[in-house]
């Protein structure tokens, strides 16, 4: 008997149902071979875009949309992530398949697309309750390094993933954008948000190598096998995929792993910090053997990434506050702000990650 059961959605929430009638008109004319909806539920994780799950008489499949009061709208580009899956499906085994996107606003009121499910456990924090082996998470982990890697390896010129991004000047754009970004959706002031903006504009490295990154990659972006939760089967939310420095893909992880000494409130979001896995350090020396980057300056990319994840959290937050969700998490959300706003500094102080 396996330990999980693969992810279910349930009840859509208020103020995010679908039209079933105009989706259907829309299946009818530009995805056929979906069939007939049978039923649709939401999936309840996630603070980003909105993911339902559809039963046609075909099969299940995925519809993904933006949410209601979007802040940067490029991190909900539903027509940059569906090329993404495009690009990555036929030469990269762990994506889902795209079906088609719609860009016409008429439809449901935003872009979104269709794709095929990948049926699977994501791992996310509730599962600790379960008393995971350190043994699975152990094996699991180094799971999740290795996988990163070989997105990193992946040959982006052959396969025509370069189109998707700029690599010159990558890392000066992203700290400009997202401390714009903050700026736009500030809702009080916190001085440790404002000192460690300040402190990633004047110490930027000088980036030696250029890779494809997923750019959002931790556990419960990552689907597991139900009856061998050590491999993984598939890999989701490309989002904010792009062509640049592969360090702020490994800070942006870095930045959501935990260890148990860690703020609690941190720990609530994830497995990371649980017995078994590896240590953050260890994290950085398993991807080092197999890529031979140096990782000199890689607590920079880690203060980024922890200053991008309270950009994301307050962008959610400030959009919860002008009453465009209901969803009682995102209230909480400030609080997550601070918290990583006050790792950021200790990590500057400290330059340990």
Not at 86 to 95: A, D, E, H, R
Not at 246 to 261: F, H, K, N, Q, R
Request: hydrophobic letters at 40%; glycine letters at 6%.
């Amino acid at each position: 008997m396996s330990l999980f059961t693969p992810d279910q959605a349930g009840t859509i929430r208020s103020g995010e149902e679908i039209d079933l009638q105009v989706l259907q008109r829309y299946i009818d004319q530009e995805a056929s071979s979906l069939g007939r909806i049978m039923d649709v539920k939401q999936f309840p994780s996630g603070f980003s875009n909105l993911t339902y799950a559809l039963t046609t008489d075909t099969g299940e499949y995925v519809l993904r949309k933006p949410p209601a009061g979007v802040l940067g709208k490029s991190a909900h580009d539903m027509g940059r992530e569906y090329k993404v899956l495009q690009k990555l499906y036929p030469i990269f085994s762990k994506v889902p398949q795209p079906i088609s996107l719609c860009d016409d606003v008429s439809v449901l009121g935003v872009p979104f697309y269709l794709m095929t499910r990948l049926t699977g456990v994501i791992l996310r924090a509730h599962h600790a309750k379960q008393n995971l082996s350190p043994t699975l998470l152990q094996h699991l982990s180094e799971a999740l390094v290795d996988h990163l890697v070989l997105i990193h390896q992946l040959n982006i010129h052959e396969t025509g993933l370069i189109e998707l991004g700029k690599p010159e000047g990558y890392v000066h754009r992203q700290v400009e954008g997202w401390t714009q970004r903050y700026a736009q959706s500030e809702t009080e002031k916190i001085k440790a948000m404002t000192d460690v903006s300040e402190w990633i504009k004047h110490h930027q490295p000088v980036s030696s190598h250029v890779t494809f990154l997923h750019n959002d990659f931790k556990y419960d972006n990552v689907v597991v096998d139900v009856n061998e939760p050590t491999r993984i089967v598939g890999i989701l939310d490309w989002e904010m995929a792009t062509v640049g420095d592969p360090l702020m893909d490994v800070g942006a992880t870095l930045a959501y792993w935990c260890e148990s000494t860690d703020d609690p409130l941190a720990r609530m979001f994830n497995l990371s910090w649980l017995p078994g896995n590896l240590s953050r350090q260890q994290f950085i020396e398993r991807y080092a053997a197999q890529t031979g980057f140096n990782m000199a300056s890689l607590p920079f990319y880690y203060v980024f990434g922890l200053f991008k994840n309270a950009v994301v959290a307050q962008q959610i937050y400030a959009r919860w506050k002008k009453g465009y969700s209901q969803d009682p998490r995102f209230g909480q959300l400030i609080e997550v702000v601070k918290s990583l706003a006050a790792r950021a500094q200790k990590a500057i102080e400290t330059q340990h990650i």
